[in-house]
């Protein structure tokens, strides 16, 4: 640990009349508390950091994870001067507003409908007054949705076999006939499709480890080891590797990708922290305008090396949607920014700084918080072209003064900071993150992956 280094003490008595001399101590000692001056600096930027550090990591393990900010779908609301400054006098304003009362969304139509009318009784269809015979006026309905458990059942499938009685008494060759076993992903398994579809949407898709699916399956009566559904998973990888590599070719045919990769806890492998890495094309929900097929494949490798991503793509050279990992930089792809992660540096910047002192972080935010704003707007149109034409009227405006702001902004903040370094990502990525006013496919965020749950299950 480097020390701070005191100025040399010289007793008053001891000081030289030599007017050369004295200068000579005057510039020492200037230089010495230069020195001290310098390290003082370097210690308060490593404390900085540090409780920068501390807070972000208090707010990750007791604050709110989600990073949408209030009135995100606000388009030209707010002034961006005023979140300019660090400190702002806010004044109080009396609000009055109309609440809407939600209304309950039906039931769909195509769900069954079981009918259970509630009538009164051939005795009591009698006035009580005049004892007249009543007649229905009308009825009043309410729908309640029903759940229906899942349900286990054996199929058994018989094969009968047939001989002939002739040949059985003449001696001679007598050939048996049956039907042939039908296909099955796993042979001589007690799985079918519809079991084994369940296992793996609810392992992969819903996060349900297989212990407890195991849990879940003894309480209908069925012992089903996880060993037992992890072999199944295994084999069915190997199954369905054919419309793996056809998603695949799919893939690579398309303008656009995004990618991203994340870490993965493996057990039984050379290395603890492997990585997932995600493929994607399309949206993140069924579009019928889009024309670009919606595909996510998985890509599991041991490392995060550049040549994962360069074999899995195979020299695909449009764009790539990604983060500022330096590893898609390899690839034939033309990168494309990914604004999600940019601003997710800001707002990990906000949450590390002091409450009221965040305001050069806000500004960010509300600058991609636009851009958003845009992108939302824009899918609201009917067709691919018209997203496109509002993209390219609205977002470059907002694109050239987000850029000036991270230029003047870089010159103010200390570059180790978590605020420095959020801007000197978007500075270094915005050779790429323009690029969703090139193409109406663009889009302004990457999928990110989701995990598979604990493969030790």
């Not at 600096?41 to 709110?64: D, H, M, N, P, V």
């Not at 209304?103 to 009580?128: F, H, N, Y």
């Not at 949206?283 to 019928?288: A, H, L």
């Not at 097929?293 to 195979?314: E, G, M, S, W």
């Amino acid at each position: 640990m480097v020390g701070i280094i005191q100025p040399m003490k010289t007793p008053k008595n001891d000081l030289p009349n030599d007017v050369e001399l004295l200068k000579k101590l005057l510039l020492e000692q200037e230089a010495l508390l230069g020195e001290k001056d310098s390290q003082l600096a370097q210690w308060q930027s490593k404390y900085e950091s540090i409780l920068e550090q501390w807070r972000l990591a208090q707010q990750k393990q007791f604050g709110k994870s989600s990073e949408v900010s209030p009135g995100q779908g606000e388009l030209f609301d707010e002034n961006l001067t005023d979140l300019e400054e660090d400190t702002t006098e806010l004044e109080t304003e009396t609000i009055s507003y109309t609440r809407v009362k939600p209304i309950r969304k039906p039931l769909p139509k195509d769900l069954p409908r079981e009918r259970v009318v509630l009538d009164l009784p051939e005795s009591e269809k009698v006035c009580s007054c005049c004892h007249g015979a009543l007649h229905c006026i009308g009825e009043d309905s309410s729908e309640k949705l029903n759940f229906i458990p899942a349900q286990l059942k054996v199929i058994e499938t018989v094969r009968p076999k047939y001989a002939c009685r002739t040949c059985e008494k003449t001696g001679t060759h007598n050939a048996i006939k049956q039907m042939p076993v039908p296909p099955n992903i796993i042979p001589k398994s007690i799985a079918t499709p519809s079991l084994l579809s369940q296992v793996i949407t609810g392992k992969f898709q819903y996060s349900l480890p297989l212990y407890r699916q195991e849990t879940l399956f003894k309480q209908y009566g069925i012992e089903l080891s996880r060993k037992t559904m992890s072999d199944w998973m295994a084999k069915c990888s190997v199954a369905l590797q054919p419309l793996y590599d056809r998603l695949h070719q799919i893939l690579l045919e398309q303008l656009v990708l995004q990618a991203d990769e994340t870490t993965l806890n493996v057990i039984k492998e050379a290395r603890s922290n492997c990585y997932m890495w995600v493929y994607c094309s399309g949206k993140d929900r069924p579009d019928k305008q889009n024309p670009i097929p919606n595909i996510v494949l998985y890509d599991f490798q041991q490392t995060r090396k550049a040549q994962c991503a360069i074999d899995f793509l195979q020299g695909f050279d449009g764009y790539l949607n990604v983060d500022g990992y330096q590893a898609y930089e390899s690839t034939n792809a033309t990168l494309a920014g990914c604004w999600a992660h940019a601003r997710r540096k800001f707002v990990e910047a906000e949450k590390a700084m002091p409450k009221g002192k965040a305001g050069k972080a806000q500004m960010a935010i509300s600058y991609i918080k636009k851009l958003y704003a845009i992108e939302s707007l824009s899918t609201q149109e009917g067709t691919v072209e018209d997203a496109f034409r509002i993209r390219t009227e609205k977002a470059p405006e907002i694109l050239a003064a987000y850029k000036a702001w991270l230029e003047k902004s870089a010159q103010q903040v200390p570059p180790k900071s978590l605020l420095g370094k959020a801007i000197q990502y978007n500075l270094h990525q915005w050779k790429s993150s323009p690029f969703i006013l090139k193409m109406a496919e663009l889009t302004s965020t990457t999928t990110e992956p989701n995990a598979p749950s604990n493969p030790s299950s």
